[in-house]
């Protein structure tokens, strides 16, 4: 798929990580991330997404290390355990773009990334 003039799979990523990132419309998918016993949810919208993670723009800031529970309840259901890897404030607008690395479920994470790929330039 295409972002912009380049072809994703032709864009090598020049990071600490073994898997491409599908970059997501921030508007597109929304979910609440959980951490503790449950009691802190904090809404999100994911940034990127990859075979062994999410990239996504919270408010609060998190942890590398912290454990949290994601849920998307749109295009489907997914719930995953994961463990934030890194936090970095935005300089373009206010929160925090973190780095989470999926803990388990990453047969349903594929799910996520076809359904990007196939509707990422789509129209609203």
Not at 1 to 24: C, S, W
Not at 45 to 51: K, N, P
């Amino acid at each position: 798929f295409k972002t912009g003039e380049h072809h994703m799979l032709d864009v090598q990523i020049l990071e600490r990580r073994e898997n491409y990132r599908a970059p997501v419309v921030p508007t597109e998918i929304k979910g609440l991330l959980t951490q503790g016993d449950q009691k802190d949810h904090h809404p999100f919208l994911i940034w990127d997404v990859s075979e062994a993670g999410l990239g996504l723009w919270v408010a609060t800031k998190l942890k590398p290390g912290d454990e949290c529970r994601v849920t998307i309840a749109q295009p489907f259901l997914l719930v995953m355990d994961c463990e934030v890897r890194w936090c970095k404030r935005r300089h373009d607008a206010p929160g925090y773009h973190i780095g989470l690395k999926v803990l388990e479920n990453f047969k349903r994470l594929r799910g996520l990334i076809d359904y990007v790929a196939k509707h990422v330039g789509d129209e609203p």
